[in-house]
């Protein structure tokens, strides 16, 4: 078995570019849910509209890189506010059917063929990064890294996802620790008690959820931008559930913990997966094709998922005190 | 939901063709030893070219995912089978020059499809030829067709959406696992009845019995010892997620992710306006033949009576000497027999792959919240409503999108009734 | 027995001299039962007035309902002159009525501090987009600290300032709970049973606090159902049954009103409660 080329895939997952869109879309979920305590099952939704909202802008609008950008981050804050004002005075649970049943019900309509023209129906968009990738002053050709090699495109697809993380993290730690983020706090521990004290709780939580889904709409632009394809499928709830995992393993109220969640959740992945795919290649999971293989992948993720929260709610990087789940 | 419109494309008699090919796929899956050996690739495109019942013979199919491409010609059967080497979506096409002379598509672009092979390893993939058959129906007549449906696609829903309600009312756990048992019920059919060769009824009882047993494992394997830990019922509802998650790709792993078709969608027989099946019907009668029992059972016996006790408020419950314990253990049993049922009866009458009950799960939830949480008389009302909506909205909206107008107005409704149509109101939020 | 209070004798629904919340004809009614049914109170500015009756009165609810937390099915009531029915829960703390929680709420997560300075009414940080410009609300944060900080003192709390509300015992609870309530100055307090729970070593700083409010000119309202405390610190008393007001005045006069003595006391009448010393009652319940 080739070990070193595991470790190879391991390390390129670790700064992958979906890697990177999904840490985007998880620090938005640590907005809703890790500070605001807002269960959000939509996500997928806040990122399919960033994608859609660059691609339409690109291709039907023929907009520039930087007004399609805004587009997509305009479409997932209306979503929010049209999704927020009838549901975050719902109860908790509540909230969590409503709003995976919005993102169910967004990924049928752009799939729809009767919104085929803009939407591109179930082949959804593709090329449409040109304006994108034209500000890329990186010279043609490959860079090898010693573990991995990356064309100009890959690594700058990379270096603007990974710095658009790193903005994003710093906004978000002044962001926690101002007066506002404070209020979200008090709203995630007991949002009567906040209403109380003479807060709009509710204007508070449309201002989060406003927030975490611009972040979303920011990680579904890269993830769609690094193969330029944008389908419907890409945004089932498999997409928000592995965002989750993502959120938990590192921790739901901390900034770092999204980042390195994520990370350790695609090496990991990755590196299982090729272990496996070698171990089949060698004979030795005879019961086992390479096709099965990624499906363990996912059995893995549910299976991530219900022992972290039964056994480490708070995450690697959690404060154990910091964050329990009000139920 | 693609099955549904696959049914409905046969009752239109314009053509159909499925493989069940998973079997042969993982007896083929070798080890990959030369990478460009096309025999030793994973993924598989399949499909049956049938004009009219006929056969269409020598006809070139073509497989294109980026630089990828490879194609195949139908035979004797008009089956066709396209090995690929990586997880993706693949463009299908015909090519039309090799068509017998006279057959066209239904649709102007049918001679270009799509395969989904990104979460499984096999995708069938229907071309459809002929005129499309379906007949101009006046508008009522159309809409007594859909009423039909919609009762029988509620009664369905009903039958599950009882069963998550149950639960929620006794151990106010959301669970969202509950699909998977839809799951198990349809599929356990269809392997006990098709693979195993055993009579329909035979199956039916042992499909039922067997997502009981899970239903009871699951609670006493997972749920109880999380009551237990005294675990947030936020927190349970993540852990159904990940379980759901977990018994989804365990059940993908056995049974392969084709669609397999149990009853052939029955004998059709013909109510006034309505084309119906002598399942349907039958499915029909059990439906609401369960149902008055679960209200019997609810509402007469002494067990019943504590359950809704439990459901009311489980500390009073238990200091009247109500062991809570046992009655959720029962609510689990009675839960899980009635989705498997509920699973029994949808494999029969729309076929059932591993997703089928995670694509209803939603509108099960829906069903639930609409009709008030916790409450078997609200369950069933939503479900009937959503059942309604479902069919009813394809009269007026793209048939794609009837889910989706389920869900939206699940959605409405709970703005202008948060607490469910039957529900009892309470402060929320 | 004359008083300044009230106008004319005290009766259930009384006039007073100087009314800071005035309602009328509130109604709330709960699947067919009705909880609360107050034809008209007043509650006197600048006093300490007691709300009490047994289990089921309606006088949670009714605090829900004056707070905005619930909706009246009739009724309107004003604040200080301003009308209040239908005002949001938020609008109405603002407007400088704070309430307390029976079951306490603080917000476990939080340092002691920052529960505190989520008091405050008036952090221009609090806004969104001045969250960014720390400049902006520098100076005020640095205040309200310092008001914070004043008042956990007060309030023996300033030990366990940077410790989480989760730590602090149930009664400690209740004092951050009203501590953070008094850092936005408000003119009405209202404390939902805030004895409940509490440790009898603290009832008598919480009594102490209560008073203390009043001396600093703050009205306050408070849910009690037990008269030994009430007797020794609060100035009128409305009493609640079965959703009515059936009788109000100074306490040692409400003690003595037979219809109260028979819609509250019940059993106990024919022990003085009101005499009971506070100390003893605490070693009682100890």
Redesign the interface.
Same mark, same amino acid.
């Given at each position: 078995m080739d070990w070193l080329n595991a470790l190879n895939l391991t390390f390129g997952e670790f700064i992958g570019a979906y890697t990177a869109a999904y840490v985007l879309c998880a620090l938005g979920l640590a907005v809703h849910f890790g500070f605001t305590g807002l269960l959000n099952f939509g996500q997928a939704a806040f990122a399919a509209l960033g994608a859609y909202g660059y691609s339409i802008a690109t291709l039907s609008f023929g907009w520039p890189w930087y007004s399609s950008v805004l587009f997509g981050l305009l479409c997932s804050a209306a979503f929010a506010v049209v999704l927020g004002i009838p549901t975050l005075r719902l109860r908790a649970d509540y909230l969590a059917i409503v709003t995976i049943a919005a993102a169910q019900a967004l990924k049928f309509a752009v799939s729809a063929s009767i919104f085929e023209n803009v939407t591109g129906g179930s082949n959804g968009l593709s090329q449409f990064g040109d304006s994108f990738y034209a500000l890329n002053p990186i010279p043609k050709g490959r860079y090898d890294f010693g573990v991995f090699a990356l064309s100009e495109n890959e690594l700058f697809i990379r270096i603007v996802a990974w710095s658009l993380i790193i903005l994003i993290a710093v906004f978000l730690f002044?962001?926690t620790r101002?007066?506002?983020?404070?209020?979200l *706090?008090?709203i995630?521990?007991?949002e009567?008690? +906040?209403?109380?004290?003479? *807060?709009? +709780?509710f204007s508070y939580k449309l201002?989060s959820m406003i +927030?975490g889904g611009s972040i979303a709409s920011l990680g579904g632009m890269v993830f769609v931008m690094s193969s330029q394809t944008n389908q419907p499928s890409n945004w089932g709830t498999n997409f928000t559930f592995m965002l989750w995992t993502i959120l938990l393993l590192g921790g739901a109220a901390t900034i770092l913990g999204p980042i390195v969640g994520g990370m350790v959740f695609f090496g990991l992945l990755m590196f299982l997966q090729s272990v496996m795919e070698g171990l089949v290649n060698m004979g030795w999971l005879p019961f086992l094709d390479i096709a099965q293989v990624g499906q363990i992948r996912f059995l893995l993720v549910g299976v991530a998922l219900m022992l972290l929260v039964i056994f480490r709610p708070q995450g690697i990087f959690g404060n154990k *005190?910091?964050?329990?789940f009000n139920g | 939901m693609s099955q549904l419109n696959i049914r409905a494309g046969r009752k239109a008699g314009v053509f159909l063709g499925v493989l069940a090919m998973l079997f042969a796929i993982l007896s083929a899956g070798a080890p990959a030893k030369a990478a460009d050996d096309p025999s030793t690739y994973a993924y598989t495109i399949a499909g049956t070219l049938l004009n009219n019942e006929k056969p269409l013979v020598g006809v070139n199919v073509t497989a294109q995912l980026d630089a990828f491409k490879a194609s195949a010609k139908s035979d004797d059967s008009g089956a066709w089978t396209i090995m690929v080497p990586k997880a993706g979506i693949y463009n299908v096409s015909i090519d039309k020059s090799t068509l017998p002379a006279g057959v066209s598509f239904t649709k102007a672009d049918g001679d270009k499809l799509q395969a989904d092979l990104t979460q499984t390893d096999f995708a069938a993939v229907l071309f459809s030829f002929g005129k499309s058959t379906v007949v101009a129906e006046n508008f009522g007549d159309q809409l007594i067709v859909r009423v039909w449906a919609g009762l029988n696609f509620g009664l369905l829903l009903a039958m599950a959406a009882i069963g998550i309600s149950l639960i929620f009312g006794t151990t106010g756990l959301n669970n969202f696992a509950h699909g998977e048992m839809v799951t198990t019920g349809a599929l356990f059919v269809w392997f006990f009845h098709i693979v195993v060769n055993l009579n329909i009824l035979v199956s039916a009882v042992i499909a039922i019995l067997l997502t009981t047993v899970f239903g009871w494992v699951q609670d006493a394997g997972l749920w109880k010892p999380l009551r237990k830990r005294r675990m947030g019922l936020n927190q349970m509802m993540i852990v159904s997620i990940g379980f759901s998650i977990v018994a989804r790709y365990i059940l993908l792993l056995f049974f392969g992710g084709d669609t397999k078709d149990i009853g052939g969608g029955g004998n059709i027989i013909k109510l006034g306006p309505i084309f119906t099946s002598d399942i349907a019907l039958i499915s029909l009668v059990i439906c609401v033949l369960s149902l008055a029992g679960v209200a019997l059972f609810l509402t007469r016996t002494r067990l019943g009576k504590a359950t809704r006790a439990v459901s009311d408020n489980p500390s009073l419950a238990a200091a009247t000497g109500i062991d809570v314990e046992r009655i959720i253990r029962i609510v689990w049993i009675v839960a899980s027999a009635l989705t498997g049922l509920a699973g029994v009866l949808y494999g029969l009458q729309f076929q059932a792959t591993w997703l089928t009950g995670f694509d209803i799960l939603l509108l099960l939830f829906a069903s639930v919240t609409l009709g008030g949480l916790g409450t078997a008389l609200g369950a069933t009302v939503g479900a009937l409503i959503i059942g309604m909506i479902v069919e009813v909205s394809s009269l007026f909206i793209a048939n794609e999108l009837k889910y989706a107008a389920a869900l939206v107005i699940l959605i409405v409704i709970l703005i202008v009734r948060p607490q469910g149509v039957l529900g009892?109101?309470q402060?929320i939020g | 027995m004359a008083n300044q209070i009230s106008i004319g004798e005290p009766a259930p629904g009384c006039k007073k001299v100087d009314p800071i919340l005035v309602a009328n004809k509130v109604t709330r009614v709960f699947?067919g039962l009705t909880a609360v049914d107050v034809e008209h109170m007043e509650i006197p500015r600048g006093l300490i007035t007691a709300l009490i009756g047994p289990n089921g009165a309606g006088k949670t609810t009714m605090f829900n309902l004056l707070?905005g937390?619930?909706k009246p099915n009739t009724g309107e009531w004003t604040f200080d002159g301003k009308n209040l029915a239908n005002v949001s829960?938020?609008?109405v703390? !603002?407007m400088g009525m704070?309430?307390?929680?029976q079951l306490t709420?603080?917000?476990? @997560? @939080?340092t002691v501090i920052?529960n505190m !300075?989520?008091?405050d009414?008036k952090?221009p940080? #609090?806004?969104?987009f001045?969250?960014?410009l720390?400049p902006v609300?520098k100076k005020h #944060?640095a205040k309200i600290t310092l008001k914070a900080d004043e008042l956990l003192k007060r309030f023996k709390l300033d030990a366990k300032r940077e410790d989480?509300a989760?730590a602090l015992s149930g009664g400690q609870r209740k004092l951050l #709970?009203m501590a953070?309530?008094l850092?936005?100055d408000p003119k009405l307090v209202m404390l939902d049973e805030p004895m409940a729970g509490v440790n009898p070593a603290l009832t008598q700083s919480l009594l102490e606090h209560i008073k203390g409010l009043k001396e600093n000119g703050t009205t306050v309202l408070f849910v009690e159902h037990d008269m030994h405390m009430v007797r020794h610190i609060s100035d009128w008393v409305i009493v609640m049954a079965e959703g009515k007001v059936v009788a109000e005045g100074p306490p040692a006069d409400v003690m003595k009103n037979p219809a109260v003595i028979d819609a509250y006391l019940g059993a106990h009448a024919n022990s003085d409660l009101g005499d009971i010393d506070i100390n003893s009652a605490a070693k009682e319940t100890n």
């Open positions: 002044f962001l101002s007066p506002w983020g404070r209020v *706090k008090g995630r521990e007991d009567d008690a +906040v209403r109380s004290l003479g *807060k709009n +709780v201002q +927030v *005190k910091e964050l329990q | 009892k109101k402060r | 699947g707070t937390f619930d829960s938020y609008k703390a !603002r704070i309430r307390t929680f709420k603080a917000l476990s @997560l @939080l920052d !300075r989520l008091g009414q952090n940080g #609090e806004g969104f001045q969250a960014f720390r609300w #944060e989480y989760a #709970e953070r309530a850092m936005s």
